[in-house]
Nanobody
Framework: QVQLVESGGGLVQAGGSLRLSCAASGSRFSINTMGWYRQAPGKQRGLVATITSGGSTNYVDSVKGRFTISGDNNKKVVYLHMNSLKPEDTAVYYC?????????????WGQGTQVTVSS
């Protein structure tokens, strides 16, 4: 079993910065893809950013140039550095890891961490 534990959310003023962290526990698995998703009140959960085991990144257009995703496959941690935060970034942020165990891929989610950006 793999568990993801997130940290780093909080309240910040517009223009500020936060860093989210997510660490995976468990054994006998390797990382395929790590990512961050977010869900604002009344909206569906959506992609923020992903990073593959090879280091390729992908961002939703609204965060390009402001957010940076990074990860360590060996330590099984992923970070989201968020700069120039806007009130519309307010959401619950969820860590996601797609991991490989033997020949199968498994999908795991963190518990979510609240990010609130005040204007």
């Amino acid at each position: 079993q793999v568990q993801l534990v997130e940290s780093g959310g909080g309240l910040v003023q517009a223009g500020g910065s936060l860093r989210l962290s997510c660490a995976a526990s468990g054994s006998r698995f390797s990382i395929n893809t790590m990512g961050w998703y977010r869900q604002a009140p009344g909206k569906q959960r959506g992609l923020v950013a992903t990073i593959t085991s090879g280091g390729s990144t992908n961002y939703v257009d609204s965060v390009k140039g402001r957010f940076t995703i990074s990860g360590d496959n060996n330590k099984k941690v992923v970070y989201l550095h968020m700069n120039s935060l806007k009130p519309e970034d307010t959401a619950v942020y969820y860590c996601n890891m797609k991991v490989r165990r033997l020949a199968d891929l498994y999908d795991y989610w963190g518990q979510g961490t609240q990010v609130t950006v005040s204007s």
